[in-house]
T-cell receptor
């Protein structure tokens, strides 16, 4: 079945460590996104990419980095510069072009700093 | 900048009662409007979307929403809720200039009681 796969589902990070969250999609979508969700808050956009080898900062990009070497993959690295990384991270994708295209979401990854 | 306001952080309701979840947006341009549902520890699933045409939009699971341009609202309704409707509901907006990006509200937790 087509969809978006995020891994791992749960991840623990020690202070000062970088960690990478994986996101893979087989929907043949051009655009991919990373959102952060904190309890009681909506989703905030971290980074997005509309095409391979190109990506843009969202509203809260500081302390995060991404790459888009393949159409199917958009990994997110949470660096040690991110001071409050504990959150639920959601990867999403949609076709570029057209209007009002539905954005599809993965199942999410929980990151906890220990 | 666009914004989305969901006035109610939590809405408790008894099973088989009707429910309305409120959503207001701020935008001076044409907008596309979405409602997503999130079950615990999962990603978001599209309930319905408004792109153009009829202001009454029907979605999955018996939900519907009405676009009101003069009041800049897009309230979600269901005439009779089930226990299984207990979840977090997010309203989101994008505009014609950046239709690939969504701005989310803070979410409304619907709690259906027996």
């Amino acid at each position: 079945d087509g969809g978006i796969t995020q891994s791992p589902k749960y991840l623990f990070r020690k202070e000062g460590q970088n960690v990478t969250l994986s996101c893979e999609q087989n929907l043949n979508h051009d655009a991919m996104y990373w959102y952060r969700q904190d309890p009681g808050q909506g989703l905030r956009l971290i980074y997005y990419s509309q095409i391979v080898n190109d990506f843009q900062k969202g509203d809260i990009a500081e302390g995060y980095s991404v790459s888009r070497e393949k159409k199917e993959s958009f990994p997110l690295t949470v660096t040690s510069a991110q001071k409050n990384p504990t959150a639920f991270y959601l990867c999403a994708s949609n076709p570029v072009g057209g209007t009002g295209n539905t954005i599809y979401f993965g199942e999410g990854s929980w990151l906890t700093v220990v | 900048a666009q914004s989305v306001t969901q006035l109610d952080s939590q809405v408790p309701v008894f099973e088989e009662a009707p429910v309305e979840l409120r959503c207001n947006y701020s935008s001076s341009v044409s907008v596309y409007l979405f409602w997503y549902v999130q079950y615990p520890n999962q990603g978001l699933q599209l309930l319905l979307k408004y792109l153009s045409g009829s202001t009454l939009v029907k979605g999955i699971n018996g939900f519907e929403a009405e676009f009101n341009k003069s009041q800049t609202s897009f309230h979600l309704r269901k005439p009779s809720v089930h226990i299984s409707d207990t979840a977090e509901y997010f309203c989101a907006v994008s505009d014609s200039d950046s239709s690939y990006k969504l701005i989310f509200g803070s979410g409304t937790r619907l709690l259906v009681r027996p």
